[in-house]
Nanobody
């Protein structure tokens, strides 16, 4: 069982930055993969980024690479998503998720089996 709690969302102007945090507890900590996803109103949930607990290996969706940075701090059981140069189309509920390490990289979306409650990010024009 894994408990994930996101924080750091809010309202920001276009071009601004936010850092989301995910506090993780349970068997996933220091093992497996952590990821960030987002779901805009009326749209499907999509993958944003992933990081491994052990080595900190990262993977990003091509459309966001360069603006978003995922990281983890094992000593604090925390995962972060630094979001820069935000655009109105980044507006969404952002979810933290956990997956076991399957031995393949990057992880597949269906491998993520634990989810946080989400945090709202709203980017104004």
């Amino acid at each position: 069982q894994v408990l994930l709690v996101e924080s750091g969302g809010g309202l920001v102007q276009a071009g601004g930055s936010l850092r989301l945090s995910c506090a993780a507890s349970g068997r996933t900590v220091s093992s497996g993969v952590m990821g960030w996803f987002r779901q805009a109103a009326g749209k499907e949930r999509v993958f944003v980024a992933a990081v491994t607990w052990t080595l900190g290996r990262t993977y990003y969706t091509d459309s966001l690479k360069g603006r978003f940075t995922i990281s983890r701090d094992n000593t604090k059981n925390m995962v972060y998503l630094q979001m820069n140069s935000l655009k109105p189309e980044d507006t969404a509920v952002y979810y933290c998720a956990a997956a076991p390490y399957s031995g393949t990289w990057p992880p597949r979306t269906y491998e993520f089996n634990n989810w946080g409650q989400g945090t709202q990010v709203t980017v104004s024009s």
